[in-house]
């Protein structure tokens, strides 16, 4: 079910092919999340004066970043929804995500939710 924030009247539906992603695949995720975040944090080392903030930063925000990556456990390769708002067609790309997935319409800019119905 795909509602608009805005307008929760207009409702339309879509079929999403998604997998359940293994806890291999979502730890490898987060590691490469972490290890990005800190390899800025390593090279902020080498600022004057900010590096006294900018690395505790940066290893407090890879680590929190890390955790939000590892909470997604869902993952859908691609679809396309229509918007309830417009009926413009959105394509969904490649994804890591947990139910509702929030979109933006590109063509109205509508605030869509999608919710899992039975
Ligand atoms: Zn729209």
């Known amino acids: 079910m795909i509602r608009d924030r805005n307008d929760l009247d ?30 800025v944090a390593v090279a902020c080392v080498f600022i004057p004066v900010f590096h006294f903030v900018l690395v505790p930063l940066g290893i407090l925000v890879g680590g929190v970043f890390a955790f939000h990556s590892f909470a997604l456990r869902l993952g859908v390769n691609e679809g396309e929804v229509v918007c309830p708002r417009c009926s413009a067609r959105l394509r969904i790309e490649p994804r890591e995500f947990n ?20």
């Open 99 to 118: 139910w509702p997935l929030r979109l933006v319409c590109k063509s109205c800019h509508g605030d869509l939710t999608l919710q899992l119905t039975n």
């Open 10 to 39: 207009k409702v339309t539906t879509a079929t999403l092919m998604v997998r359940v992603l293994p806890v291999s695949a979502r730890v490898k995720h987060a590691a490469k999340v972490l290890g990005i975040v800190w390899g």
